[in-house]
């Protein structure tokens, strides 16, 4: 027997233990969280898109190298004298020398009919292979803005991932306490239940014994109801979060671990909440992509100077006679826009406007930062009292509700006195429920304001 104790006991302890660990705690949930919850990867693929046109500003201090490959063929007469021209085939026949000179020997020495050859040529292929290099020298600094422009880009999209992350990690710690908050309430109800069931059985055996009436009974009947319908709603409630968990971790999740103690106050000052808040941070760097895009206008200012080199072969035939066809080309320009209407003085002058603007845009948010934080405080400051101040109350009508329920079983008061005593109980408890609720929503504002990731 005692074998089959122990055996019973090892078997109860390794179910416990499993279900423990099936349960999914908060630094669990938000590891997964990170990795799974699609807005987190979308912002992440944002992140990507800015990096690939950031090198696509970076590769234009590389030029380009190009290589064209041309094929034709034609009897226009321009273009077949041209083609043998790059080739490097051209020769006094097509200028029409034989039939000059025959003319010429034959004592027509004012021979002035057109060339055959030159002007109905006949067909000609034309195969030319180029390959071209173009290489920018100096922009007026235009790509080095560019350049900037997209660094502060890339690092406002890597600040939206951090918001979203910051956003996701506020809406996973709020659910968890909630269902920590939800469990409370659900075992303090509970208690209550089981103290009706009490009251029920206590109740019918007065009735019994002729000490209690049969309307007693249904008032405590109605009572139980009206508690398992709040219980009913709280396990719904329960369900709703488990879902919301789930959509958040992109994963199905049926139990977790709340948390065992309310969360904390976070022990951060007005100046590091200010210093850490991610719109302030997208806002400075807004400001500093203003700064790059001023300076991005000037640069219609300046010249821009480019070089550029290819090498050519051409034939009537593809890469025939390459090496003897070749040609090569070297060269530079300097393009400057000495005069467009003041259209580059107007877009600078809307640069610096811009700038201003942005700059302003910076200190409003701080000052509206600032506020929401002293505003935040003192809510949290006010809905401790309110959850002290509750909980007394709470501790009050527990013992008055204890009470009444003695008094009643000796008669010296009716069940409506003892319903009434529990229904203040059960207000109290609900209260409760939602002071602390506001507090955890208050606390995570004021961190979600300051972006901790925590």
Same mark, same amino acid.
């Given at each position: 027997?005692?074998?089959?104790?122990?055996? @019973?006991?090892?078997?109860?302890?390794?179910?416990?233990?499993?279900?423990?660990?099936?349960?999914?705690?908060?630094?669990?949930?938000?590891?997964?969280?990170?990795?799974?919850?699609?807005?987190?990867? =979308?912002?992440?693929?944002?992140?990507?898109?800015?990096?690939?046109?950031?090198?696509?500003?970076?590769?234009?201090?590389?030029?380009?190298?190009?290589?064209?490959?041309?094929?034709?063929?034609?009897?226009?007469?321009?273009?077949?004298?041209?083609?043998? @021209? /790059?080739?490097?085939?051209?020769?006094?026949?097509?200028? !029409?020398?034989?039939?000059?000179?025959?003319?010429?020997?034959?004592?027509?020495?004012?021979?002035?009919?057109?060339?055959?050859?030159?002007?109905?040529?006949?067909?000609?292929?034309?195969?030319?292979?180029?390959?071209?290099?173009?290489?920018?020298?100096?922009?007026?600094?235009?790509?080095?803005?560019?350049?900037?422009?997209?660094?502060?880009?890339?690092?406002?999209?890597?600040?939206?991932?951090?918001?979203?992350?910051?956003?996701?990690?506020?809406?996973?710690?709020?659910?968890?306490?909630?269902?920590?908050?939800?469990?409370?309430?659900?075992?303090?109800?509970?208690?209550?239940?089981?103290?009706?069931?009490?009251?029920?059985?206590?109740?019918?055996?007065?009735?019994?014994?002729?000490?209690?009436?049969?309307?007693?009974?249904?008032?405590?009947?109605?009572?139980?109801?009206?508690?398992?319908?709040?219980?009913?709603?709280?396990?719904?409630?329960?369900?709703?979060?488990?879902?919301?968990?789930?959509?958040?971790?992109?994963?199905?999740?049926?139990?977790?671990?709340?948390?065992?103690?309310?969360?904390?106050?976070?022990?951060? %000052?007005?100046?590091?909440?200010?210093?850490?808040?991610?719109?302030?941070?997208?806002? /400075?760097?807004?400001?500093?992509?203003?700064?790059?895009?001023?300076?991005?206008?000037?640069?219609?200012?300046?010249? /821009?100077? !480019?070089?550029?080199?290819?090498?050519?072969?051409?034939?009537?035939?593809?890469?025939?006679?390459?090496?003897?066809?070749?040609?090569?080309?070297?060269?530079?320009?300097? %393009?400057?826009?000495?005069?467009?209407?003041?259209?580059?003085?107007?877009?600078?002058?809307?640069?610096?406007?811009?700038?201003?603007?942005?700059?302003?845009?910076?200190?409003?948010?701080?000052?509206?930062?600032?506020?929401?934080?002293?505003?935040?405080?003192?809510?949290?400051?006010?809905?401790?009292?309110?959850?002290?101040?509750?909980?007394?109350?709470?501790?009050?009508?527990?013992?008055?509700?204890?009470?009444?329920?003695?008094?009643?079983?000796?008669?010296?008061?009716?069940?409506?006195?003892?319903?009434?005593?529990?229904?203040?109980?059960?207000?109290?408890?609900?209260?409760?429920?939602?002071?602390?609720?506001?507090? %955890?929503?208050?606390?995570?504002?004021?961190?979600?304001? =300051?972006?901790?990731?925590?």
């Amino acid at each position: 027997m005692k074998k089959i104790i122990s055996i @019973l006991s090892f078997a109860l302890l390794l179910s416990a233990n499993d279900t423990t660990a099936d349960a999914l705690s908060l630094t669990q949930a938000l590891e997964i969280l990170k990795s799974q919850n699609l807005e987190i990867k =979308a912002a992440e693929l944002d992140i990507e898109s800015a990096k690939a046109k950031k090198d696509t500003v970076s590769g234009m201090n590389w030029g380009k190298l190009t290589f064209t490959q041309d094929f034709a063929r034609s009897n226009d007469a321009g273009n077949v004298f041209g083609f043998k @021209l /790059t080739s490097r085939e051209a020769n006094f026949g097509d200028f !029409g020398a034989e039939e000059f000179m025959n003319n010429f020997m034959a004592g027509n020495p004012d021979y002035v009919t057109p060339p055959q050859n030159l002007n109905y040529p006949g067909y000609r292929n034309f195969f030319q292979s180029k390959v071209k290099y173009e290489v920018p020298l100096f922009t007026g600094f235009a790509i080095s803005s560019y350049t900037n422009i997209m660094n502060e880009m890339t690092k406002l999209k890597k600040l939206d991932k951090k918001k979203v992350l910051s956003e996701k990690t506020y809406e996973l710690r709020k659910s968890y306490y909630d269902m920590a908050l939800l469990n409370t309430s659900i075992k303090n109800l509970r208690k209550i239940l089981d103290n009706i069931n009490t009251l029920e059985v206590t109740t019918q055996t007065m009735i019994d014994v002729g000490y209690a009436k049969h309307v007693d009974l249904l008032e405590v009947k109605a009572k139980k109801g009206n508690v398992e319908r709040l219980l009913s709603q709280m396990e719904a409630n329960k369900k709703l979060l488990y879902h919301y968990i789930s959509f958040l971790l992109n994963k199905q999740v049926s139990l977790i671990e709340p948390p065992v103690s309310e969360v904390p106050m976070p022990n951060l %000052t007005n100046e590091q909440v200010l210093k850490r808040n991610l719109d302030i941070q997208k806002a /400075t760097t807004g400001l500093e992509i203003r700064k790059s895009m001023v300076q991005s206008s000037k640069a219609a200012y300046y010249p /821009t100077v !480019g070089a550029f080199g290819e090498v050519a072969t051409a034939d009537n035939t593809f890469l025939g006679d390459a090496s003897d066809h070749k040609a090569y080309t070297l060269g530079a320009r300097l %393009t400057w826009n000495l005069f467009n209407g003041g259209i580059d003085s107007a877009k600078i002058q809307e640069s610096k406007i811009e700038k201003m603007k942005m700059q302003s845009q910076l200190e409003l948010a701080k000052q509206g930062i600032a506020l929401k934080v002293a505003k935040i405080r003192t809510e949290i400051e006010s809905v401790d009292f309110e959850i002290a101040s509750l909980e007394k109350e709470l501790a009050l009508a527990n013992a008055i509700y204890e009470n009444y329920e003695g008094r009643y079983k000796e008669k010296l008061v009716s069940m409506s006195d003892v319903i009434i005593k529990q229904s203040a109980q059960i207000e109290k408890i609900l209260q409760l429920q939602i002071a602390k609720n506001k507090r %955890t929503e208050k606390i995570f504002a004021l961190e979600k304001l =300051a972006n901790g990731d925590k």
